[in-house]
């Protein structure tokens, strides 16, 4: 049945590994920095248009910038106070600190020719990068007005001296160094002109011909007129440099006002300590002594750019108006079911659950569903977990409308949804100034559960509709995040959902869940319970299998649970598509466990557990989940996540046959890991098949209305249809 999925991720030279020894586990933060390697690798894929290819650039860049604000900054952190311990896999904080930052300076010196090899290619698709020496006479005049209306005024220069302390420069800071030479005395002059991040980088020049693009770098332009700014000096020497810092927020665990933390943790985030600090490569001397010095950092946190500062300013050239280097456009799918009621979501979901598979189908249900609500004179309360959204969030406008029609709104709002706190924040005002019971949840976890419950009178009785995801409720990533939104009213589920907002508004921890497993109660044990049983089924002799389809991998007791079931005999298949820190393929350690990632056009976001139960995958039996949470330690200990079994027969196909199926036979856009946690690509058996264009060009199962009597959608050959 899945044959080749086997055979292609097969590891035989393994070396054995005891079931006790550290090197079980592979380092959390460099594998992170593969996964960038791979979205990077993306890069180079023929497959993508060129100006694609040159987002993934940009996203591996921006990805690494938060590495180095987060993680290296964590790690850095632990050396300075002194911190020994070890991590999982055996390695200080000083050891992953130097492995960490030679992985990702060799990471950076990849980006950095990948992008002088998309340069190249851009120039053959008629967009060039022009450089400041290589500008006609009226290109020159055009960029003179240019900087003069559109960026003289938004510069302010920054004379260094005994008189003139270093400017600070915050978190992504990039600016110009310059050294000077007074055209009057000789004298040398250090001075700084910090660039706005309001500017573009990419400045597009009028061109004659239409088809053709021009584009110069704005610090280009800035040396080209810096006449206008230091008119009485002349310039020796310039150099762009980009400093990160320090972002992780601490938190007073103590603190009585959550939001007046927050609020001042963020004024700290800016000021934080410089991490990382990038540089051109032609800057040296005393100019870049001085910069160094007052960024107090080591030289092993400097790294010299070769080709541009700052790389993930490329995402500017995504804008370009060349729809010929682009994705053809594509258009989400509304459900079917939910289109032939008249938009009615509440009577679609009585008539059957259906789960919605973004982005192949449209994120508008989901905010359909919730101003539905709102509207509705029958419903009578709304609760709803905000982790994520986005500054114009339609999710927080039909909340908003829903409380200002008098229903009882509780936004359970977190705050601690990392980069995303000041929206969360504005968010919060809004609401209460709505008249929302708006919580902030836990101080020592962040609600991580996406999970929507709405109360609606009907008849003599209340009916409640819930609607749980495994991404966030941001319409801008669910275009691009594959997640699953399941819509439901089945009353055990409704209940569950109704206790565990009650056990983030008021601390009540439920007592008598019937279908839901919440973390940090019961979520970790059920899935060793799950674990459990199919090793029982493998010692029993019957069929005995485990897929999983998550985000990351790193907590240690569920990696030691699924080594334990490989070694009983039950076939697992993982598709991770960031951080794994399991080893595949390992002989008496692994040898039953296959890992692949999936990276390509769309984000691989959605959680599945699909735990066969005793049958041969795919079964009416095999017991299947979604879930909010990852299997990392902050996931199972510190965050309220859910995760939810579908048992209706439907979407238990849809996420089993159709989902699953689809990534597992998944050969185009497919990594496959090895123990050694490098990851190649597949060389035989179903490498064409492309997950992607399967969910594009196929309708899902469970959202299909009057034709599913007709026609019923495809479902991979990887697995047999079910009558």
Known sequence: MIGNFVALNANNDAAPIGIDAKERFLNRELSWLEFNARVLEEAGNQDYPLLERIRFLSISASNLDEFFMVRIAGLKGQVDAGFAGMSPDGLTPAGQLQRVRARASQLMTDQQETWATLKSELGGAGIHIASKDALGPEELKWLKTYFNEQVFSLLTPVAVDPAHPFPFIPNLGFSMALQL?????????????????????????????????????????????????????????????????????????????????????????????????????????????????????????????????????????????????????????????????????????????????????????????????????????????????????????????????????????????????????????????????????????????????????????????????????????????????????????????????????????????????????????????????????AVAGRSATIWVKMNALVDPGIIDALYLASGAGVQIELIIRGICCLRPGVPGLSENIRVKSIVGRFLEHSRIVVFGNGAELPSHSAKVFISSADWMPRNLNWRVEVMVPIENSTVHQQVLEQVMGAVLLDGRRSWIMNADGTYSRPTRGNGDFNAHEFFMTNPSLSGRGSALEHHRPATPHLVSDRS
């Open 181 to 537: 030479r007074s055209k009057k005395d000789g004298q040398i002059l250090k001075a700084l002109i910090p660039l706005p991040n309001i500017m573009d980088r990419f400045i597009q020049i009028p061109v004659p011909d239409d088809r053709s693009v021009r584009l110069i770098l704005l610090e280009d332009v800035i040396v080209l007129f810096l006449s206008e700014l230091f008119p009485d000096f002349e310039v020796e020497e310039s150099a762009c440099f980009r400093i990160i810092r320090d972002s992780e927020v601490e938190l007073d665990e103590e603190a009585e006002d959550l939001m007046r933390t927050y609020q001042s943790a963020l004024k700290r985030r800016s000021h934080g300590s410089v991490i990382h600090l990038s540089v051109d490569a032609k800057f040296t001397g005393g100019l870049y002594a001085v910069v160094v010095e007052e960024s107090r950092v080591s030289s092993d946190a400097v790294i010299r750019s070769a080709e541009i500062v700052g790389l993930a300013d490329t995402a500017e050239l995504c804008k370009l108006d060349r729809p010929d280097l682009m994705f053809d456009p594509f258009n989400a799918r509304f459900p079917e079911r939910v289109r032939e009621l008249g938009g009615d979501c509440f009577e679609a979901i009585r008539q059957k659950d259906f789960i919605v598979h973004h982005p192949y189908e449209s994120f508008d249900v989901v905010v359909q569903f919730i101003r539905q609500a709102a509207r509705d004179p029958d419903v009578v309360a709304v609760k709803q977990t905000l982790y994520r959204t986005s500054n114009d969030s339609p999710t927080v406008a039909a909340l908003i409308e829903a409380a200002e029609a008098g229903k009882s709104v509780t936004a359970m709002v977190e705050l601690k949804a990392r980069f995303d706190e000041e929206a969360n924040i504005r968010w919060a005002r809004d609401l209460e100034r709505a008249g929302a019971n708006v919580v902030f949840g836990f101080l020592d976890k962040k609600t991580h559960a996406k999970i929507s419950l709405v109360v609606r009178r009907e008849g003599a009785k209340l009916r409640s509709y819930a609607h749980f995801g495994t991404g966030n409720y941001h319409p801008v990533t669910a275009k691009i995040y594959t997640d699953l939104s399941f819509f439901t009213c089945d009353p055990k589920l409704c209940h569950d959902a109704a206790q565990i907002f009650n056990f983030m508004t008021g601390y009540t921890e439920p007592t008598n869940l019937e279908k839901l497993s919440v973390s940090p109660l019961t979520l970790r044990e059920t899935l060793f319970e799950m674990i459990e049983a199919e090793i029982a089924h």
